[in-house]
């Protein structure tokens, strides 16, 4: 079983490794796409969700992605849980 100090260092290491190969210009289409889809009515709550994947594609490694649903009614969801309704 892998200890938790190595665990967060791989992920610093895998984050760092994506945003330079990577990461950096998927956030970017994904703001930029976020921007053209916020531009109509319809489209404003893709776009919202367009920002927050913007964020996940920086820096993926460490994060948890669950259903909206998994999660419980009075519980704020950590900085580093993504979620996803049905």
Avoid: Q, Y
């Amino acid at each position: 079983m892998r200890s938790p100090a190595r665990h967060e260092t791989l992920s610093v290491v895998g984050n760092v490794l994506w945003f330079v190969l990577a990461g950096w210009w998927l956030a970017l289409l994904h703001v930029a796409s976020g921007i053209a889809l916020c531009l109509t009515i319809i489209g404003i709550p893709l776009g919202i969700a367009d920002f927050k994947m913007a964020g996940a594609a920086l820096v993926p490694f460490g994060r948890t992605i669950v259903r909206a649903r998994e999660l419980n009614a009075g519980m704020v969801a950590a900085d580093s849980t993504i979620a996803f309704p049905d």
